[in-house]
């Protein structure tokens, strides 16, 4: 395995994957600032889909993520869809 940890983010059109470099005492912090990556105040982070706090130890291999407030509830979406389709036939 390659000593390296993925950033992966989205702009409103286009997702950006990052590899960089691990370093001993890694902290997700380090791989925002290495991506020069400004966390927003509705944003969040993790690793491998799961939140996790800037200060957590990054692991050789991991995937940091960076997470956008939901737009819609995917209930509400999929039922929404549902509904259009329904009306189409």
Same mark, same amino acid.
């Given at each position: 395995?390659? &000593? @390296? ?6 702009? $409103?059109? #286009?997702l950006y994957h990052m590899e960089m470099a691990w370093? $001993?005492g890694m902290q997700v912090r380090d791989v925002l @600032? *290495?991506?020069?990556? @400004? &966390?927003?105040?509705?944003? $969040?982070?993790? /690793?491998?889909? !799961? /939140?996790?706090? /800037? #200060? $957590? @130890? %990054?692991?050789?291999? #991991?995937?940091?993520?960076?997470? =956008?407030? *939901? &737009? /819609? #509830?995917? =209930? %509400?979406? +999929?039922? *929404? +869809?549902?509904? =259009? !389709?329904? !009306? !189409?036939?």
């Open positions: 395995m390659k &000593l @390296q940890v993925e950033f992966f983010y989205y702009t $409103s059109n #286009d370093f $001993s @600032q *290495l991506a020069n990556y @400004q &966390l927003g105040v509705e944003e $969040s982070v993790g /690793i491998f889909g !799961k /939140i996790t706090a /800037i #200060d $957590s @130890q %990054v692991m050789p291999g #991991d995937r940091i993520e960076i997470y =956008k407030p *939901l &737009l /819609i #509830d995917p =209930k %509400v979406a +999929r039922r *929404l +869809r549902a509904a =259009k !389709k329904g !009306k !189409k036939g």
